[in-house]
């Protein structure tokens, strides 16, 4: 850092993953005048697992980066949420907040990921593609992390070259779920986090310009109510592009594997979906994928000896509603905060003072509502439950959207109207544990 790099570093920040979390991590480096490399281990375009339907919180984090959001640029916006459940149909508009934009966006993330990593580029951070992370470099005397060596591979993701060593002073941790670079830090999940499972496929829609994203929040595995209720949630999400993003995530108040056959249930399901959407179940037009989401902060510490870890190697998904990429580019501006303070500072041990508060940011911004969505996972993990509370629930607008603020994490942090100052005033209340 500041007055201390060494000849040999490559870069003030090295950033693992270019993702959502490491490609807004990178920009808001950059422009802050820091030297930024970020090495990823695909290519772009590539696909990545996701619902694609992005809520006003992530969408207020795309306004702040500048990022362009037109319809021209393959941008569609919607209006709220269409929710079923409790053989009820509620639509429930995004609501009207100062603190946040009164819409949302879907976009695939194959498109999504490529347009943040140029943004990230055109703001002046270097981004290395096709170039894997295979571990941490330490100090051989503190044991502080270094920088990293990584080795140039194909887009099968085999070698393609020798192994580099990159040095930075330090480096943030954006490598998703598999979180290789804290776990060969040593710092392993808590496996009494919740833990979520996500699949899904594309299908073609004459609904595919809704200006409604769809939420299911019960699955049934036939005909709804003359079949299996099984715990989780479905969406469907509109591209604009001819097709809509159809899948369902499960998820558990531990880390324990299920026995569903997600990929099964998904077909079930999709053959009982409302009828306007007119999907051929017998046409996907791609894959069946699905991946796993850490949730509430499974991965602790968030810092140490010169490492972030920042969205899913953090395990910052939302036990709520199954979010990450909003989380993701939150907790990313908020380290690339951290990491700019602590660049000014003259001595290494001011420096790490301040990347030592990291922690706590993310803790006094997201530990209490991650503490509400551990509870809130103990209930609705039992179907027979959460069939009770779309069944009463859905039909009073009034609590609905209520709930909606509260899974959606978007309210007026301060004021606002009364569901806002309960919902405000609940996650001050609940430990950041």
Not at 12 to 28: F, I
Not at 69 to 82: S, T
Not at 247 to 262: E, M, Q, R
Not at 359 to 379: C, H, N, Q, T, W
């Amino acid at each position: 850092m500041a007055g201390t790099v060494q000849r040999q570093d490559d870069a003030d920040v090295v950033v693992v993953g270019a993702g959502p979390a490491g490609a807004s991590a990178a920009y808001w480096l950059a422009s802050a005048g820091l030297d930024v490399l970020v090495l990823e281990k695909t290519a772009f375009p590539r696909e990545k697992v996701c619902g694609d339907g992005l809520t006003p919180r992530a969408v207020r984090e795309l306004v702040a980066m500048g990022v362009p959001i037109r319809a021209e640029d393959g941008w569609i916006r919607n209006k709220g949420l269409r929710v079923y459940g409790g053989g009820h149909r509620l639509e429930m508009p995004w609501p009207q907040l100062d603190s946040f934009p009164d819409f949302g966006l879907a976009r695939t993330r194959r498109d999504f990921d490529a347009a943040l990593a140029d943004h990230a580029r055109a703001a002046g951070a270097k981004i290395l593609e096709r170039t894997a992370v295979t571990g941490p470099v330490l100090h051989e005397r503190t044991g502080r992390l270094v920088g990293v060596t990584a080795r140039p591979v194909d887009d099968a993701g085999r070698k393609a070259g020798d192994e580099v060593t990159y040095r930075a002073p330090v480096v943030i941790a954006a490598d998703g779920v598999s979180a290789r670079l804290a776990l060969a830090m040593g710092i392993e999940k808590n496996p009494r986090r919740p833990m979520g499972v996500a699949v899904r496929t594309y299908f073609a829609t004459p609904m595919h310009d809704d200006e409604w994203m769809e939420s299911h929040l019960e699955l049934w595995d036939g005909p709804a109510g003359r079949s299996n209720l099984l715990p989780g949630y479905g969406w469907i999400f509109p591209l604009g592009d001819g097709t809509a993003n159809v899948g369902l995530g499960s998820v558990s108040s531990t880390a324990t594997a299920t026995k569903i056959d997600y990929k099964d249930l998904l077909a079930r399901w999709v053959a009982n979906a409302p009828e306007h959407w007119q999907f051929d179940v017998d046409a996907p037009l791609g894959p069946v994928r699905g991946a796993a989401l850490p949730m509430a902060f499974n991965r602790k510490p968030l810092y140490d000896r010169g490492l972030l870890l920042v969205g899913d190697s953090g395990g910052m998904v939302s036990p709520f509603n199954g979010e990450g990429i909003a989380y993701a580019m939150q907790a990313a501006r908020r380290a690339a905060e951290v990491v700019v303070q602590a660049h000014a500072r003259r001595t290494p041990a001011a420096r790490d003072a301040v990347l030592s508060t990291y922690p706590k940011v993310m803790a006094d911004e997201l530990g209490g509502y991650y503490s509400l969505g551990r509870i809130f996972v103990k209930l609705i993990e039992q179907p027979a439950i959460m069939h009770l509370c779309t069944r009463y629930g859905l039909p009073r607008p009034a609590l609905m959207r209520l709930v909606m603020k509260l899974l959606a994490d978007v309210y007026e942090p301060r004021g606002g109207q009364a569901s806002d100052r309960l919902i405000a005033a609940l996650t001050r209340i609940a430990p950041a544990a």
